[in-house]
T-cell receptor
C-alpha cells in the first residue's frame, strides 16, 4: 500500500476538455508538492501547498489542499497538448522529514 | 546552462560491467539526491547527501555506490547490476536537505541492464 495514492493512473482526453487528478492518503501531511514530468525529462515543481483548504492557481491549473491535509487535487481547465505528461504529487507526513511520492497520473491530451 | 545536468542520458551495460552515472548542479544547492524511477511505481529515494555528507541510504544494495566529492557533484557507481535494476535514475538537488525544500531534478539516465 502506497502512502500517497494517485488517481487515475492514466487519462487520455481531447484538447479543450477539463480534468481533475487526485492525490489521497490516510495520513496528514505538513505540505504537499505537485510536479510535472514531460517525456525524456525530469520532474519540474509546479506548486507547493501547506495550509489546509489552500487553493493555488497557476494559469489553467488549480491546486487544492484538503481541509484535513490528507488529500489534494489538480484541476486543469481547457487542456492543451502541452499539458501532456506525468503528474506527481509528493508530500511530507506531519512530524516527519521525508518527502514521499505518489506513483503519478499519466495525462495525454490529444489535438 | 541547465540547473541539474546528468550524464550519460542513456546507458546499456552487462551484468559484469562497471559504470558510473554523473550529476552536476549549478544552483548553489547544498543537498543532492539519487532517485530510481520505474514504471507505475513511486519515485524511490536511494541516497541523500547534505553538505557532502551522506545523510540517508535507503536500504540500497551495495552494487550501487554513491560518491559526493563536493556540493556540486554527485556520482553513482554501478557494478554487477541485475536486470531488475533497469530504470530511470534521477538526480536532484535542493537548497538544504529538508521537508519543504523543493527538488530540482536532472533529466535522468535511462539504464538498461542486459
Amino acid at each position: 500500500t502506497q502512502l500517497l495514492e494517485q488517481s487515475p493512473q492514466f487519462l487520455s482526453i481531447q484538447e479543450g476538455e477539463n480534468l481533475t487528478v487526485y492525490c489521497n492518503s490516510s495520513s496528514v501531511f505538513s505540505s504537499l508538492q505537485w510536479y510535472r514530468q514531460e517525456p525524456g525529462e525530469g520532474p519540474v515543481l509546479l506548486v507547493t501547498v501547506v495550509t489546509g483548504g489552500e487553493v493555488k492557481k497557476l494559469k489553467r491549473l488549480t491546486f487544492q489542499f484538503g481541509d484535513a491535509r490528507k488529500d489534494s487535487s489538480l484541476h486543469i481547465t481547457a487542456a492543451q497538448p502541452g499539458d501532456t505528461g506525468l503528474y506527481l504529487c509528493a508530500g511530507v507526513v506531519e512530524y516527519g522529514n521525508k518527502l514521499v511520492f505518489g506513483a503519478g497520473t499519466i495525462l495525454r491530451v490529444k489535438s | 546552462e541547465t540547473g541539474v545536468t546528468q550524464t550519460p542520458r542513456h546507458l546499456v551495460m552487462g551484468m559484469t560491467n562497471k559504470k558510473s552515472l554523473k550529476c552536476e548542479q549549478h544552483l548553489g544547492h547544498n543537498a543532492m539526491y539519487w532517485y530510481k524511477q520505474s514504471a507505475k511505481k513511486p519515485l524511490e529515494l536511494m541516497f541523500v547527501y547534505n553538505f557532502k555528507e551522506q545523510t540517508e541510504n535507503n536500504s540500497v544494495p551495495s552494487r550501487f555506490s554513491p560518491e559526493c566529492p563536493n556540493s556540486s557533484h554527485l556520482f553513482l557507481h554501478l557494478h554487477t547490476l541485475q536486470p531488475e535494476d533497469s530504470a530511470l535514475y534521477l538526480c536532484a538537488s535542493s537548497q538544504v536537505s529538508g521537508s519543504n525544500s523543493p527538488l530540482h531534478f536532472g533529466n535522468g539516465t535511462r539504464l538498461t541492464v542486459t
